[in-house]
């Protein structure tokens, strides 16, 4: 299945969790937030929220700004 | 004896939370992460704009994070809806930030309307916030200088008003005083202004013109020693606002000696 990270496309071999993706991103236990499909995905739930075929997700933080 | 004015406790209040410095900065546009920690820290500001963007955009992975140098345990954490263009943009934008940030609902919306001026458009702008004070966000919205828009933003339930001086990142300096003024004296929220200030004594104006105080990132991020702009700009709001509070002489047109004129020894 395919699905787009922060607007870049992305092959997974088998359906993951967003802590699955995040790890994959080396970004696990990092300060980010996440939405899928224009929806937040609350920390408290990236265990268990499964990745669907062309789901589009963002992963954002925080970098300087005015 | 009566006790001087400027004893009283002058706090800045906004959505009931207490700031002794009322100098906001930004954090963009530094040369490194050391250099926006200095500059920060010698500002004395209490309130940090930050803005959300991909993980994968604009990161030096040899970097610290900005969270880890500027802990939201020390400062708070104003995240800003920076280049967006439209009221979906902006709300998207804020509801990240709140999950990014643990469930802080402070938040500078701006919505923009122009790449050339960086106006806010209004209509999106007024769209956003309501949807963001329906959702629980205490919003500080970037605003022009138009007394009414000012107003209404303040009915609506933001908790701050925050006008440009002059376009986002110019350096011109408050360009209509008296709109500043109309504002802040109808103001039932504090009115900071936002934009536009490029050095002490842009800022001091602002703040004898009676805000409550002033939002800048440019203006230090971008002078050539940006630690001790940081430095200029916090005694330049300190003493703007101890001038608004001692209340400036009228102004007069002509001459007035400051010495007696009387008891010259030179007088026949």
């Known amino acids: 299945m395919k699905i787009m990270v922060n607007g870049q496309e992305r092959a997974l071999a088998a359906p993951v969790t967003v802590a699955a993706l995040l790890d994959e991103l080396g970004m696990a236990g990092k300060r980010v937030a996440v939405e899928v499909n224009q929806e937040i995905v609350p920390r408290s739930r990236h265990m268990q929220f499964q990745l669907n075929d062309s789901d589009r997700v963002e992963v954002v933080f925080a970098i300087g700004g005015g | 004896m009566n006790a001087p004015v400027n004893n009283l406790s002058d706090a800045l209040v906004i959505a009931g939370k207490t700031y002794s410095s009322r100098l906001l900065v930004g954090t963009g546009k530094y040369k490194d992460m050391d250099e926006t920690r200095r500059a920060i ?86 769209k956003a916030a309501e949807i963001l004070i329906k959702d629980g966000f205490k919003v500080m919205v970037y605003t022009n200088d138009d007394p009414i828009m ?88 300190e003493a703007g606002r101890e001038a608004f509070r001692a209340g400036r002489m009228p102004r007069k047109q002509y001459g007035s000696p400051s010495s007696p004129l009387g008891g010259t020894f030179f007088q026949p």
């Not at chain 2, 200030?197 to 703040?207: E, K, N, R």
């Open chain 2, 41 to 126: 820290e010698a500002s004395g500001a209490q309130i940090i704009t930050v803005a959300i963007r991909r993980t994968n955009i604009g990161q030096n992975p040899n970097e610290p994070s900005l969270l880890d140098v500027l802990p939201p345990s020390r400062y708070t954490y104003l995240p800003n809806t920076a280049g967006c263009y439209s009221a979906d943009d902006a709300v998207r934008t804020c509801r990240l930030a709140r999950e990014l940030l643990d469930g802080h609902d402070l938040v500078k919306l701006e919505v923009l309307g122009d790449e050339k001026t960086l106006y806010p458009d209004i209509p999106a702008t007024l």
């Open chain 2, 150 to 237: 000012a107003k209404r933003f303040a009915e609506m339930g933001c908790v701050a008003v925050m006008p440009l001086a002059a376009p986002i990142g110019s350096g011109l300096g408050i360009r209509n005083p008296y709109n500043i003024r109309f504002i802040v004296e109808e103001a039932k929220v504090p009115i900071i202004v936002d934009a536009g200030v490029g050095t002490a004594s842009d800022a001091a104006i602002a703040m004898e013109l009676g805000c409550a105080g002033v939002l800048m990132n440019t203006a230090i991020a971008q002078a050539q020693d940006p630690v001790l702009m940081a430095s200029a700009m916090k005694k330049a709001i």
